[in-house]
T-cell receptor
Framework: QKEVEQNSGPLSVPEGAIASLNCTYS??????FFWYRQYSGKSPELIMF????GDKEDGRFTAQLNKASQYVSLLIRDSQPSDSATYLC?????????FGSGTRLSIRP | DADVTQTPRNRITKTGKRIMLECSQT?????MYWYRQDPGLGLRLIYY???????NKGEISDGYSVSRQAQAKFSLSLESAIPNQTALYFC????????????FGSGTRLTVV
């Protein structure tokens, strides 16, 4: 069974700090990796995708991929209250995404 | 207008009833997917389709069927609804490959009583 594992949280981070979200995957054939943000009762929205080892930055967000360790992470700098949500990690193989169960992030004032 | 539209948004149905959830998209994407989301279990793939003539089972297809009526339309049916099919259902689309990820619909909250 191909799996994507995330710590369910909740992860509590003070406003303005860096939030670090982690994810591991089991399928070495996975080609692309995704981070989605989901507010309660809403649909997931894509934040970042990455397919090469290393870091990819987009504004306050940085995705990191280490294929040797089968590890993906998302860093959120200068955390804001609006970042409070559930973050879903996904890995793609054969054009299908397998998602982790999500990490709930709470930004405290 | 939304790129991926799901109907209905909410539905309560009785055990044993047949119900259809509909999804239509204006993105021109070939690939369409149905997922269900349960608290603590994340998103699980039910069925997916890479074009009108292609239908594939996902990890939890039992009790469900699908129809790809056109490139833009992909419907999910519960043949005989049961309470453990109570969940939030999402339709998603993607272009060739998933380098850009999915675009999700707004979801259908289904309750089976």
């Amino acid at each position: 069974q191909k799996e994507v594992e995330q710590n369910s949280g909740p992860l509590s981070v003070p406003e303005g700090a860096i939030a670090s979200l982690n994810c591991t995957y089991s399928d070495r054939g996975s080609q692309s990796f995704f981070w989605y943000r989901q507010y309660s009762g809403k649909s997931p929205e894509l934040i970042m995708f990455i397919y090469s080892n290393g870091d990819k930055e987009d504004g306050r967000f940085t995705a990191q991929l280490n294929k040797a360790s089968q590890y993906v992470s998302l860093l959120i700098r200068d955390s804001q209250p609006s970042d409070s949500a559930t973050y879903l990690c996904g890995s793609s193989s054969a054009s299908k995404i397998i998602f982790g169960s999500g990490t709930r992030l709470s930004i405290r004032p | 207008d939304a790129d991926v539209t799901q109907t209905p948004r909410n539905r309560i149905t009785k055990t044993g009833k047949r119900i259809m959830l509909e999804c239509s998209q204006t993105k021109g994407h070939d690939r369409m997917y149905w997922y269900r989301q349960d608290p603590g279990l994340g998103l699980r793939l039910i069925y997916y389709s890479f074009d009108v003539k292609d239908i594939n089972k996902g990890e939890i297809s039992d009790g469900y069927s699908v129809s790809r009526q056109a490139q833009a339309k992909f419907s999910l049916s519960l043949e005989s609804a049961i309470p453990n099919q109570t969940a939030l259902y999402f339709c998603a689309t993607s272009d060739y490959g998933t380098g850009g990820g999915y675009t999700f619909g707004s979801g259908t909250r289904l309750t089976v009583v």
